[in-house]
């Protein structure tokens, strides 16, 4: 939805300027539910070269490398000449090649000009030499911050149980000390139902130019307006919950603007549109096409294409036939994580006689969970996703460690000073201690402390489902059918199971890193995917569901077991969950696997240390996970783990079309047969949960690497934790949106290329049967590439239609020797072919 020019004319309508300014701020959630997104999604109804060059002209945002940057790429091969001449070509056509690549090589074009948004809340700097951000955001935020805090503050903010703009009149109404410097804006919040509009005909004056003036506002500090907007939608997303609306904040805002007005000039000045008369330029206003945006558009298309080329050209050269069942020692389904594709490469390669699958890390198990003593429910599904189940965790016996030093009677002024002089010296020599030896302690966010290893969960919910807070508590024999049915299928899992079959979550463990949250699972809203895995276990085990199962058509044969585990990707440990459950011959056959996960598991942790420039990757497997190990909880360490850095691609298909590529960890891994869905009905779920999951995440590394500063979160190194919710600068900066420096500084900035294994016809029905899913195609925010599984033919997707794309690139590398590659490079690997074992 896109707002039109502002019109000189039009009477202000505030329901609809606040809808549309809701619309274009960042979705910033809080730390808790770091859930990646596209950061532009309010142009995705556009195509992506139109939508970004929008919200490049209005907001002033970066949306991709700069014409210097490409071509300092094409200099160094990393763009192909061939690669470059076809974009050129298709998009301008043979008799343009000459003149459009003399303007990519050597054309010189001027710096963008300076973004509308702003220009108008500027007159402020120019009629009243004023700066009104620096004399009110700081006042803001401050307060803001208290009253969100989730249990930061040393004080609690005075008033809570109360709209934010209600605890402010009572403070006003019973307090000595007045938040305000002049009495005309106590008067306006106490005596008057302080309209907008009012406030913003005393402070403008013009009502042409109110909307503008508020989107100025608003995105003077985007991450603060971000999200009170989420919490104002979804209040649960904070704990401790409370009630603010981006109506309060703009309300209270424009009160602090004119009691700043009314101190520094006195009550006499006049509103800002009586003062001038050149107004600025209309926000939405129709923006032209330049052709400096046309040649950055064919330079991200060319970068984009030569990696995409080389995937492709790997596909080619690879049988890719679908491999007839055999005998397995085991069977893991992981998540499609593209963390997960190098530690399912190596448990093949350590043991060919084990299959892997990758699909949704929830496991197509919805729930909320509370564990033992909790207070909360937290989610463990997809964000969008509404659960109605909730499952709880009984008869743990773990206890929650914590730190004497950081309790909150270290806060007060004696307690304070008796922990400083007692406790306080053991602290700084621990400290010390651990620069040189790191090691887990009560403050490490810990992918193990999500659920007790040994604790039990209420899965099955009988004949008499137990109803908490509107949530059954469990799931029916018949629901739980579904959810395995649907999973095992939409895999191609329905025939020739192994013994045992591991359900295998992942999670991840940091200390000091407020992005905790964007390291585990994002199938299941940033927490740890070990719930998830030992429900869907319990539920393929039970006797009665594979009972039902079998009238389906789909026999689990009796002997064969479902176990849940959990990978921990910064650490690279895995754990397993009811395993001693086991029947002896299993528990015997599961110990031989250990085995295999372990040594998978060094190599696995080998691979990632060649971006981390304190390990040693030249030393054996088990040396290098050591450090990897002691480096995953140290105090002092910006990059606990890499996280999706460098992620490019989607692959939905069978595991052929990937056990022979050395993709060094950029795909999502998806497993899907098309043998078992002629429909592409089951396709159609999965293109709805992976476009958004795995677009999402892509372009959040896209736009926070090409924008560190206004789409990014810079540098984590002065970022100040406010309120257990949001990180700024400092104690009064904005909000930072997106991911930091630390996240996305070896990332491409590349759009997610999206290959399918179906038949084209059927692969667009797919994409059709939503809406929603379609604008990501349709619109290029994802690229697609349709394997048709039977001539192997590549299909490209664009304005809607199929053409044929044949892969420029016609030698493909082989792999001799994947160690002496990784330790002697840190930068992003071409694609390889895998010898076969």
Known sequence: ??????????????????????????????????????????????????????????????????IVEFRKLYQEGRINPQILDKVITERKGEEQHAEWLQKLLHQNYRKKSSPRIGALRGKWKVLYNLDMDSLVHPLLFRILCSFLDQGIAMWPFPVNEK??????????????????????????????????????????????????????????????????????????????????????????????????????????????????????????????????????????????????????????????????????????????????????????????????????????????????????????????????????????????????????????S????????????????????????????????????????????????????????????????????????????SIGLIKDFAPLVYIVGHGASSVNNPYYAAYDCGACSGRAGSVNARVFSYMANHPEVRSKLAEKGLLIPAETQFVGALHDTTRDEIVFYDEFSLPPAHFELHTKNEVVFEKALDYNAKERSRRFYTVDTRKAPIKVHEKVLRRSVSLFEPRPELNHATNALCIIGGRHLSRGLFLDRRAFLNSYDYRHDPEGIYLSTILDAAAPV???????????????????????????????????????????????????????????????????????KSLLRSAATYEWFINEWINLIVVHPETREFYRFKNGTYTLYEPLQQDVPMLSNLNALIETHTENLPVHLIPEN
């Open 1 to 66: 939805m896109m707002s039109q020019a502002t019109d000189l004319s039009s009477k202000f309508d505030e329901h609809h300027v606040l809808h549309e300014i809701k619309h274009y701020l960042p979705a910033q959630a809080p730390l808790k539910d770091f859930v990646h997104h596209n950061t532009l999604h309010a142009y995705q109804h556009l195509n992506f070269t139109e939508g970004t060059q929008k919200a490049a002209t209005i907001f002033g945002y970066k949306v991709s490398l700069s």
């Open 163 to 412: 709209s934010f703009l209600s605890a402010i009149r009572r403070m006003e109404r019973h307090s000595d000390v007045s938040i305000f410097r002049r009495k005309r804006a106590k008067a306006l919040l106490l005596d008057t139902k302080c309209e907008i509009a009012d406030l913003l005909h005393i402070l403008i004056g013009d009502e042409s130019l109110y909307e503008q003036y508020l989107f100025d506002q608003q995105f003077a500090h985007q991450g603060w307006s971000g999200m009170i907007t989420t919490v104002e939608a979804h209040p649960y997303t904070l704990l401790d919950e409370r009630k603010l609306s981006l109506h309060d904040l703009i309300v209270f805002e424009l009160l602090l603007e004119i009691d700043t007005l009314d101190f520094v000039r006195g009550e006499n000045w006049q509103a800002m549109g009586q003062k001038f008369t050149e107004r600025p330029h209309a926000l939405f206003s129709k923006i032209p096409y330049s052709e400096r945006t046309e040649v950055l558009s064919i330079w991200q298309e060319a970068f984009e294409w030569n990696y995409y080329d080389q995937v492709l050209a790997g596909i080619k050269h690879e049988k890719n036939i679908p491999a007839k069942r055999r005998t397995r020692n085991f069977q893991a389904a992981f998540c499609i994580d593209d963390r997960e594709g190098s530690l399912r490469r190596y448990l093949e390669l350590f043991d060919p006689e084990c299959e892997t699958f990758g699909t949704p890390g929830f496991f197509g198990v919805e729930f909320y969970f509370q564990p033992q003593g909790g207070k909360f429910f937290t989610k463990t599904c997809p964000a969008p996703m509404h659960p109605k189940f909730l499952i709880r965790e009984e008869e743990s016996s773990s206890k929650l460690e914590f730190d004497l030093h950081l309790l909150k009677q270290s806060h007060s």
């Open 414 to 489: 004696i307690g304070g000073w008796l922990i400083s002089q007692t406790l306080g010296f053991w602290a700084g020599l621990r400290l010390f201690f651990n620069i040189f030896r790191p090691s887990m302690g009560p403050a490490t966010a810990s992918s193990l402390k999500h659920m007790d290893k040994y604790s039990k969960l209420t899965i099955e919910c009988g004949e008499h489902p137990e109803k908490v807070n509107g949530l059954q508590v469990g799931y029916s024999i018949d629901e739980m059918v579904t959810r395995v049915e649907t999973v095992l299928r």
């Open 694 to 764: 795995c677009g999402g995440i892509n372009l959040e590394y896209f736009f926070s690497r090409v924008d560190e500063q206004k789409l990014g979160a810079g540098s984590k190194l002065p970022h100040n934790v406010m309120g257990l919710f949001g990180v700024a600068n400092g104690i009064d900066g904005d909000l930072r949106p997106g991911l930091p420096t630390q996240m996305t500084e070896v990332h491409d900035p590349l759009r997610l290329l999206m290959i399918v294994e179906h038949d084209p016809v059927v692969v667009l």
